[in-house]
């Protein structure tokens, strides 16, 4: 079974930055589509970021520009640099793996494995 663990999770002021970190157990995630997801207190689940096994990139509008997806295959570990903070970017964000390749965003219904998720609190 696989198992995805997130963590890097923290609470900092508007502009600052933090690197979530994804590690699964089970498997390896050069072999998997990979994804970035978050959910605010009373909305809907957001896809925020992808990757591909081949390292092409998707992302949501609300985040390009600021966010990074990445995926170091020797670590076997995914993560998402986040710059430039902003309040409403407070949520839990979880990784989720894919079977399947070249989802881009907005195909939550392909990820089959999910993790427990990481806070993530923005601060004005």
């Known amino acids: 079974a696989v198992t995805l663990v997130e963590s890097g999770g923290n609470s900092v002021q508007a502009g600052g930055s933090l690197r979530l970190s994804c590690v699964p157990s089970g498997g390896r995630i050069g072999s998997w589509g990979m994804g970035w997801f978050r959910q605010a207190p009373g909305k809907e689940r957001e896809g925020i970021a992808a990757i591909d096994p081949d390292g092409t990139t998707s992302y949501a509008s609300s985040v390009k520009g600021r966010f990074t997806i990445s995926q170091d295959n020797a670590k076997n570990t995914l993560y998402l640099q986040m710059n430039d903070l902003k309040p409403e970017d407070t949520a839990i964000y979880y990784c989720?793996?894919?079977?399947?390749?070249?989802?881009?965003?907005?195909?939550?219904?392909?990820?089959?494995?999910w993790g427990q998720g990481t806070q993530v609190t923005v601060s004005s």
């Open positions: 989720a793996s894919s079977p399947l390749e070249g989802l881009g965003l907005g195909n939550d219904w392909a990820y089959n494995h």
